[in-house]
């Protein structure tokens, strides 16, 4: 296709080619210029493009039916799909409601809880504490809930405020504490906002078990995890993960919860849940609190493309493929892989102060002073620009704002699942040939390694 004016708009007038096909961990613009999807899109396509076996099973469901809405029909597709999250997933977190994104599935866990809190006879209960920073989706409902300044602010007064606390920033504390003390730290102002809200009027506290875009791939230490559940259940309070970027797979287990062994009461998911096949996202609740739902009356919400059979066979195809390519296990050991090369990356560049991040949810961030850990220069757009020079390489990448979204640039390097030892190695050497050239433009020290 010309370069002519497009009818489409989406957040910026930045150019982009157009896309050809897309295969594995590869996709090529129509110009045959091949890029390395080193960040799965937006972390989604987990199990990497065109697989055929997930093409041949949305085939197979659009030659039998590719709508039946959800009053009017039961699909196999959305009960087997359902069925199998159910043996995936943690504790009696067993019943799964079916929407077509991240935001639509954090809208939808807060409002579970919400009616759950009536059917108990607490309809006092509303508030939903969160994190800042967090990301959590950009419709109204999940927009109050997110911590990230610059997509929030413009659209405050239209939003219900809802309590925020700090997410550990364990990288930038400089304090004489432990890990685990640190963590511990970080829990208690959950409590601590808890009390000054007033516990019965609180529903629930809704976190991402590890940052993602917002806080690029933070993990809490050890110790917070546990005791934000324990703090949860000291005041009746129900705990939402959002996973909808941790989940199916991303960081070495099914869920990020299954790190720490917590079973949340409510988890949201998306982004791999079909990998970028089709759109799907699901709510998975515990069954009690589906259970008193249903005898309440029913669940007061729902979309129209909810439970799509053929969104769902393509889910149910990327979880079988999952399965059959231990594609968990091959997150989890490309991870350590990866983390080790993207850490040898700091002896080269002074200007990374630090990587993090579990399985294939990696990130580094760019400092101008790794001891006190200062951003680079907010006019750099340093977040932006490096992922320029990788993308002019060939390689895709992602990035954002750290620090509340306003500065401080990380930058996300999450690969699909199916990456092999060999293409972590294409992505570190155009990696390096792109923070070399980000360095130079910049003129930041670069040691000889
Ligand atoms: N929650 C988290 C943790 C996310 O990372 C995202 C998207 O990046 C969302 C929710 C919103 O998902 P979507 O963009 O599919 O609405």
Known sequence: MTDEKSNLFYQSRQPRPFLDRAEGIYMFDETGKRYIDGSSGAMVSNIGHSNPNVLAAMKAQMDKSTFGYRLHFRT???????QKV?????????????????????????????QFAITQGEPERWKVISRFPSYHGCTFGALALTGYDPLVHPFAPMLRDMPKIAAPTCYLDKDNLTDEQRGLKYAELLRDEIIAQGPESVLAFLMEPIGGASTGALVAPDSYYARIQEICDEFGILLIYDEVMTGVGRT???????????????????????AGYAPLGAVVARESIVEALLDAGGFLH??????????????????????????????????????????????????????RGKGLLLAFELVSDRDTMTPLPKAYNAYLELVERAYERGLIIYSRRTRGGVEGDHI??????????????????????????????????????
């Open 76 to 82: 196999e597709s959305s009960e087997k799909l359902a």
């Open 302 to 355: 729902g979309f129209t493309y909810a439970g799509n059979p053929l969104a769902c066979s393509a889910g149910l195809a990327v979880m079988e493929e999952m399965e059959r390519l231990d594609l968990i296990s091959n997150c989890a050991a490309m991870g350590e892989i990866l983390k080790v090369k993207l850490t040898a990356l700091m002896d080269r560049y002074p200007f990374i102060g630090d990587v």
């Open 252 to 274: 070495g287990k099914f869920i990020a919860a299954d790190h720490w062994g917590i079973v949340p009461d409510i988890v949201a998911m998306s982004k791999g849940f079909a």
């Open 86 to 114: 159910a043996t995936l997933m943690p504790g009696d977190l067993d019943r799964v409601f079916f929407v077509s994104g991240g935001s639509e599935a954090v809208e939808s866990a807060v409002k579970l809880a919400r």
């Open 412 to 449: 996300l390097v999450c690969p699909p699942l199916i990456v092999t030892e060999e293409q972590i190695d294409e992505i570190m050497a155009i990696l390096i040939d792109s923070l070399d050239a980000f360095a130079e433009q910049f003129d930041l020290q670069v040691k000889a390694s």
